[in-house]
Each structure stands twice: as structure tokens, then as C-alpha cells.
């Protein structure tokens, strides 16, 4: 930065980034002209025409070399741009760029730095944000969970009591989902937004009764049946449990939610080469080939009302497939078309 600095006090070039580049080269095109004149006119013996090659092609070679070497010194300021740019993208690193230049660098210099800070902001304001909204949400879901603890003490006839218990299942359910939904908004947690190097072993026999007891009431207004394949019983994944239950649960929700009354789910968790597989099957009311993309974005136009007239935030299937590609894996989906039902499918390399 020091040669581009100099060059930026100079009056007719501190305006503009290309003037110094040009004024550079001009400098470095000259110098074998000047050298040559100082050969011809102060040398004291004779000279010969292979004398005056040899000095210009040297001369021309010594001048290209340092014109590059120049020049190469003068793009420091694109160099640091994008280096800052890098580490905040990569490691969230804050940098502190020169906004005092005037030029095309200067100002790129300044842009960036202003964008920077200016996400930062945004992301501690949206943090702060997320914090509240999920302390709120676990005050909201607590008042029940300690009102059915205090029936519970008070030793209440034991169908009351099972009401209560079902209560606090529910509400303990709820806080698991908070946790997992403010991990999942939260992209610059470490949880989330930084994909796990470390493995874990998930047994699949152990989450299921979680997804059951999220979806048991769902399934029994419908009057579906879920029907789930273990054929594969754990696999060596990068993904949390607890995030692969949500998405487990918010795609099976998903097929209740657009499957006809009395109708079945199929989910099958299996190995397919060396990929270990997940599928939720249903014969619901399915969708177009063309509207696949449209179903995984965020707050999607394709939003419908359930079979029961049940409502959609259009954010589900978009959270799920951010969950499942920042750990390493695929989410797709496929129908054969309206009123023949979905299919899911989740990928991990094993």
C-alpha cells in the first residue's frame, strides 16, 4: 500500500486508479530510451551497432522487470480488498480498511468497508432479535408445563393426572423445537452456519419414538398411518440428532398435512451404494414436475391449503433444505404428478 499511497499525494493522479497504472507504464516504457541516450552520447569509446543491441535488449529487459514488479506492488489495494472481504465471509473477521482515497480502489476500499460493517450490523441486530424471540417463546411455552407440574403435585385423580403429563410432554417438546428452530435461524452460530468437521454415530432406532410423539396427534385427526423401514440401524453422520428429528418431522408433517384421511406415510431409512438414504412416501395430493424448485424456496408462492384446510408458513421445506445441505447432504423431491402423491429424499455420503 505505501507505493499506492505515494502515488495517490501526486495532484493529477490522485483522482484516478488507471492514471497511475498508465503513468507507471510510461515511466517503465522510457527508461531503455533513456538509458540508451545516456549509452550513445557519454560513452568515451567507440560504438559498435551489436553494442547498442545488446544495451537496448538489456536495458528493455531491466525496465520490463521493474515496470512489472511496480505494477504489481500498485494492485496491493485489490489485493486487500478482497483479502478483507474473504476473512469475513469465511471467519466473520473484521478488517479496517483506508477509506481516505479518492480513486476507483479508494472507493472500492470504502464500499466494502461500509458493506462490512453494515452486515455486521444486520447480523448482531438479527441475533439480538433471535435471542429475545426465543426467550419469549420458552416463557410462553412454560407458563403451561409449570401449571401441569403444580396439578400433578397436588396428586390429582389420575385421568387428570394424565392430562397433565401430556401437557408437560408437549411443552418439553416444544422447547426442543425452539432450540433447534433458534439454532437454525441463528446463521452465524456455530452450530449451524459452520458445518460440523466432527462425525457422530446416529442410531435410528432411538429417534423414532421422538417423531412419533411430535406427530402422533397429527396423525390420529387424519387418521393416517405412519409406517417407518429401519433397514439401516445407525450411520456415521456430520448432522445433529436433534436437527435431523425437526427435519424428519417437519417432512412427515409436510405429507400429513397434503395426504388424503386414511391414507398411509412410508418413511424407509436405507443404504443405496455408499450414500445412506431417507425417504417420506406419501399418495397425497402430490404437485407438478415444474414446481419442484419452487416448493424449496423461501416463503414459496406453491404455499397451499392442507387437505383439512390446514394453513402454511411457506418457510418448512426451505428451513429443511438448509438444514440438510449445510450438513453435507441432499434434500430432493419428485411426484408423478397432482393427486398422485410426494416422495422426499435425504443423501448423506457414508
Same mark, same amino acid.
Given at each position: 500500500?505505501? *507505493?499506492?499511497?505515494?502515488?495517490? /499525494?501526486?495532484?493529477?493522479? $490522485? ?18 530510451? +533513456? ?30 522487470? +521493474?515496470?512489472? *514488479? ?22 466473520? !473477521? ?30 448482531? =441486530?438479527? /441475533? ?9 417463546? !420458552? ?34 417438546? %416444544? ?7 433458534? !439454532? ?5 452460530? %456455530? ?22 410423539? %411430535?406427530? =402422533? %396427534? ?82 414459496? !408462492? ?12 411457506? +418457510? ?21 404428478? $397432482? ?5 422426499? $429424499? ?5
Amino acid at each position: 500500500m505505501k *507505493l499506492y499511497h505515494k502515488l495517490s /499525494q501526486i495532484g493529477f493522479l $490522485k483522482k484516478s486508479y488507471a492514471f497511475k497504472f498508465l503513468f507507471v507504464a510510461f515511466i517503465g516504457i522510457h527508461i531503455p530510451l +533513456i538509458g540508451i541516450l545516456f549509452f550513445v552520447l557519454y560513452y568515451k569509446h567507440s560504438i559498435s551497432p551489436t553494442s547498442i543491441l545488446v544495451f537496448s535488449l538489456i536495458m528493455t529487459l531491466l525496465a520490463t522487470a +521493474i515496470t512489472l *514488479l511496480v505494477l504489481n506492488r500498485l494492485i496491493k489495494p485489490i489485493q486487500t480488498a478482497s483479502k478483507a472481504l474473504n476473512d469475513y465471509r469465511n471467519s466473520r !473477521k473484521l478488517s479496517v480498511l483506508p477509506t481516505e482515497y479518492t480513486d476507483e480502489a479508494g472507493l472500492l476500499l470504502c464500499n466494502i468497508q461500509e458493506s462490512i460493517f453494515e452486515a455486521e450490523s444486520f447480523i448482531n =441486530e438479527k /441475533q439480538d432479535l433471535i435471542y429475545m424471540l426465543s426467550h419469549d417463546l !420458552k416463557n410462553f411455552a412454560g407458563n403451561p408445563n409449570g401449571l401441569a407440574k403444580l396439578i400433578i403435585s397436588e396428586n390429582p385423580p389420575e385421568s387428570i393426572r394424565n392430562l397433565a403429563e401430556l401437557i408437560c410432554e408437549s411443552t418439553d417438546l %416444544q422447547f426442543r423445537y425452539i432450540e433447534n428452530f433458534i !439454532k437454525l435461524l441463528n446463521e452465524q452460530d %456455530q452450530e449451524v452456519a459452520k458445518v460440523s468437521t466432527e462425525s457422530r454415530i446416529i442410531t435410528f432406532g432411538s429417534i423414532i419414538p421422538f417423531i412419533n410423539e %411430535q406427530l =402422533e %396427534q397429527r396423525l390420529l385427526d387424519k387418521n393416517i398411518r405412519l409406517t417407518i423401514v429401519v433397514e439401516a440401524q445407525e450411520a456415521l453422520l456430520k448432522i445433529d440428532e436433534g436437527l435431523l428429528i425437526q427435519v424428519l418431522v417437519n417432512l412427515i408433517s409436510n405429507a400429513v398435512k397434503f395426504s388424503y384421511f386414511d391414507s398411509e406415510i412410508k418413511v424407509r431409512i436405507y443404504t443405496e451404494d455408499s450414500s445412506l438414504v431417507i425417504t417420506v412416501t406419501d399418495s397425497g395430493i402430490g404437485f407438478d414436475k415444474h414446481q419442484i424448485e419452487e416448493l424449496f424456496k423461501k416463503f414459496t !408462492k406453491m404455499s397451499r391449503l392442507g387437505t383439512a384446510n390446514e394453513t402454511s408458513t411457506g +418457510i418448512g421445506l426451505y428451513l429443511c433444505k438448509k438444514i440438510i445441505e449445510r450438513n453435507k447432504g441432499r434434500l430432493s423431491a419428485a411426484s408423478e404428478g $397432482k393427486n398422485k402423491g410426494a416422495e422426499f $429424499k435425504i443423501e448423506f455420503d457414508v
